[in-house]
């Protein structure tokens, strides 16, 4: 299975290291993420490991404030939280 994903033969006995990311292009502050996530991944990499990324939710307090999603910000740091535990 892990094949599909690139994992090739050497990269079997290796860590897999998870790289979490809440990039997307809906929220501006969270674009430079994607960036931070491949440099990590490359670091990964570097020691030795099999970095694997996934993503998360965002919340943009610069798009919900004065609505209603305003009042999810600071509960949605126990959602990404949450979300990273189980991955």
């Keep these: 299975m ?3 994903v690139g994992m090739t033969d050497d990269d079997i006995g290796k ?3 998870g790289v979490a990311s809440s990039w997307n292009e ?4 969270n674009l430079s993420l994607d960036r ?3 440099a ?3 670091g990964v990499r570097q020691g030795g490991g099999f970095p694997m990324e ?3 939710i965002s919340v ?4 919900s404030m004065g609505h209603e999603g305003m009042r999810a910000s600071l509960v949605s740091r126990e959602v ?3 979300s990273v535990e189980t991955v």
Excluded at 26 to 29: L, N, S, W
Excluded at 60 to 63: E, K, L, P
């Design 60 to 63: 943009s307090d610069g798009i």
């Design 54 to 56: 996934f993503g998360t």
């Design 36 to 38: 931070l996530a491949k």
């Design 80 to 82: 990404i939280a949450d």
């Design 40 to 42: 990590s991944k490359v």
């Design 26 to 29: 809906i929220t501006p502050c």
């Design 15 to 17: 860590p897999q290291i």
């Design 2 to 4: 892990l094949r599909a």
